[in-house]
């Protein structure tokens, strides 16, 4: 599937996705996962997608960092008040979080230069996030 949208009602938002060409994407597009927009090698990023809150244990390897990292201390160094923790989405690829939703995606996903097509995520809130 090239493109799609599914309600999370959960997270009083709305993902979409969509299949593009790499060379649609700027480099400037690719650097962060702090906003509610971003792009993962579509090669890469197979299996089902999901949403979900965030979970005691979980880790990841955010961009730019080699090994893992707990989410509760990239939450804690966000800034993230604790309430507010437990509305945020985590998008995972099977069992792997992928993306922690306006804050960061992970290392093992990004678009590099060899990547052909992109996956673009996004999220638009039915209040803010």
């Not at 060379?23 to 993962?40: E, I």
């Not at 998008?91 to 804050?103: A, E, N, Q, R, T």
Request: aromatic share 8%; hydrophobic share 40%; glycine share 6%.
């Amino acid at each position: 599937k090239r493109t799609g949208k599914t309600k999370a009602a959960a997270f009083w938002a709305e993902f979409s996705f969509a299949r593009i060409p790499r060379a649609s994407v700027s480099s400037d597009d690719l650097r962060s996962g702090q906003n509610l927009r971003v792009y993962f090698d579509a090669a890469k990023l197979r299996g089902q997608l999901t949403v979900r809150s965030v979970r005691e244990g979980d880790k990841f390897s955010p961009l730019g960092m080699s090994g893992h990292r707990k989410l509760s201390d990239l939450l804690v160094d966000a800034k993230v008040d604790r309430p507010l923790r437990d509305e945020l989405p985590i998008v995972l690829c099977d069992d792997k979080i992928v993306w922690v939703v306006g804050l960061a995606i992970c290392e093992d996903y990004k678009v590099t230069d060899t990547t052909k097509t992109v996956v673009q995520l996004e999220v638009t809130p039915y209040r803010g996030i």
